[in-house]
């Protein structure tokens, strides 16, 4: 079964440092596509980061990165610099097919907050 | 440029009261659409999801039902509201063959609360 998780239920990081969430995916599909969200408070959710299964090299964008290790089946974000405006929920998800449409799998999410 | 609507942005129904919550996206045509649904600290959970007008596909057996009756109109109904469909809904969007990410695009949600 498809599955993502995210083991870091809530983090804690001083502004200015850098910060990795984890996240482990499980499919048995060859082609697949790894995303990250971020939830403020207001619950919006916002496109971060995304992966394809075939991409070489790791995805980056702005202060984000994604490690991507796919023999450990693993896509964990980076952040580099932390603001105090990235304290949010953070959301792993896996892309999949299913049925003519592709639908998202997500994890249960990490609670970041950047202390000042 | 694309954009999506959900509205109501709050609600608040008793326990075996109906329910109707709308989405819309402008800017473009034939777009996949979505529903999610959001427990309080918890991950995205689909409900629905539809590749056309009338085509409707369910995730999963539940209280709600979804329809759409436009290209790009989506709704989320139920006839008789349950304590446990209290939570954070979320309409979302791709664009059909948009390339290798379809990323999915969302709505600013809907907080039921059925007291």
């Known amino acids: 079964a498809q599955k993502i998780t995210q083991t870091q239920p809530g983090m804690f990081v001083q502004e200015k440092e850098a910060v990795t969430l984890d996240c482990t995916y499980d499919?048995?599909?060859?082609?697949?596509?790894l995303f990250w969200y971020k939830q403020p408070s207001s619950g919006e959710m916002i496109f971060l980061i995304y992966q394809g299964s075939y991409d070489e090299q790791n995805a980056t964008e702005g202060r984000y990165s994604l490690n991507f290790q796919k023999a450990r089946k693993s896509a964990n974000l980076v952040i580099s610099a932390s603001q105090l405006g990235d304290s949010a929920m953070y959301f792993c998800a896996m892309r999949v097919t299913l049925g003519g449409a592709q639908k998202l799998v997500f994890g249960q999410g990490t609670r970041l907050t950047i202390n000042p | 440029s694309q954009t999506i609507h959900q509205w109501p942005a709050t609600l608040v129904q008793p326990v075996g009261s109906p329910l109707s919550l709308e989405c819309t996206v402008e800017g473009t045509s034939n777009p996949n659409l979505y529903w999610y649904r959001q427990a309080a600290g918890r991950g995205l959970q689909l409900l629905f999801y539809s590749v056309g007008i009338g085509q409707i596909s369910s995730e999963v057996p539940q209280n709600l039902s979804a329809s759409r009756p436009q290209d790009r109109q989506f709704i989320l109904s139920s006839k008789k509201l349950l304590l446990s469909d209290s939570g954070f809904y979320l309409c979302?969007?791709?664009?059909?063959?948009?390339?290798?990410?379809?990323?999915?695009?969302f709505g600013p949600g809907t907080r039921l609360t059925v007291t």
């Open positions: 499919t048995s599909d060859q082609s697949y596509g």
């Open positions: 979302a969007w791709t664009r059909p063959g948009q390339g290798a990410t379809y990323e999915q695009y």
